[in-house]
């Protein structure tokens, strides 16, 4: 594009903290097949010296931490936190993970982004990589093996690691037990091998945070459903 810059959707969420994008539609890219959506960087964000300290808000925080102790027990909870743009969710929700992160509880924090919806279950990828000590964006073979170390002695998870390749976007040689699933079907078998990995990966107590979960795919809702309720 003349006279424009134009960066591709992995820039757009590394820098969103610096500057504000718009979308610029996709563009072909040469020699491949895939059509990769562009943004355009607008002006440079204003830095802010960070919150230190949530003013107000100690019902909510004393709701939301009887709801995990309830968890303690060996149930799951389900919250949502609902509100306005720029009405102190995420400063909630990160006040909370903070006492939690002091209580020695062990957390994965995952924003959802506009582009998740495009691919099926990133959201939980991310969830992989906090589990793992991986960085985000890490390479699927790298998650692959991570995944394959940790689960060596459940031979049930193992024998269906090839249900990965679409999510870990890597070529995994497919066995009896994965060839011939397609379509729902494979997507289902899927979110299960996810929550059954989850259920191995994730330590007792676990919290979740889903930030701006109004982007998470279908199928990611499904598996939050799945883990809520095994």
Known sequence: VSNDVLCDAPTERASRTSFDFEQRGTVQLAGLGDVAPVFRPLEPRSRSLPATM?????????F????????RGGSSRLVVILGEPGIGKSRLAATFTDNLHAAGVAIAVTLAERDDRRSSLLAWRRVLETLLGLPAESDGLVLL???TARIRMASWI?????LLNDLLAIEIEQNEGTRHLE??????A??????DILGVLAPRPFALVLEDSQWLDSASWRLVEWVLGS
């Open 158 to 162: 193992a024998d269906r690691l090839p």
């Open 190 to 195: 899927t979110m299960r091998l996810l929550g």
């Open 183 to 188: 379509g729902a079907h494979r997507a289902d």
């Open 54 to 62: 949530l003013i107000g808000r100690e019902r909510e925080l004393a």
């Open 145 to 147: 093996e991570s995944i």
């Open 64 to 71: 939301l931490q009887h709801a995990f102790e309830e968890t």
